[in-house]
């Protein structure tokens, strides 16, 4: 089904693999479903917590933890096994275009802030495109024309080694 093309659509998974339930990847399984809205770009978005703080500062960097899953809700990446939140520099195109303008907002998305919770539906085209990516000695993470899906929890502005 192209659910990418409804104008919106709740977000549901099939039951999960044991090897993919294992661990805290699923520190958001818990978290409510909630309706996708679609924006032109392609891109779906919905919000679990608006978040009370400021938004992301444009071209700054900012932490954020994340769960990413592919569309038939196995995880590929998540912050949480890592234990810590990934910074990333906002808004100039460092990251997949999706995440940036799920994140920064634009184009009929409104910025997140800062302890705000949100789901992102990206499409291939916003995402890692029509060519495998995550690839090592040939094996890769990422298939072609994947659509990804990202439970963002926006943590904060970087502080970095401020003194
Ligand atoms: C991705 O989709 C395009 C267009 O349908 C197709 O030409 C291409 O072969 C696909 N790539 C992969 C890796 O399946």
Known sequence: ???GLLAASVLSFAPLDANATRIEYYAT?????????FVPSGLGYCDLSPGTGEKAPYSELINVHYTARFADGIVFDSTYKRGRPLTMRIGVGKILKGLDQGIFGGDGVPPMAVGGKRKLHIPPHLAYGPE???????????PGNATLVYDINFVGIYSGNRK
């Open 29 to 37: 399984v818990a978290d409510p479903p909630c309706v996708l809205n």
């Open 132 to 142: 495998p990516a995550g690839c090592f000695s040939g094996d890769c993470n990422i």
């Open 1 to 3: 089904m192209g659910i």
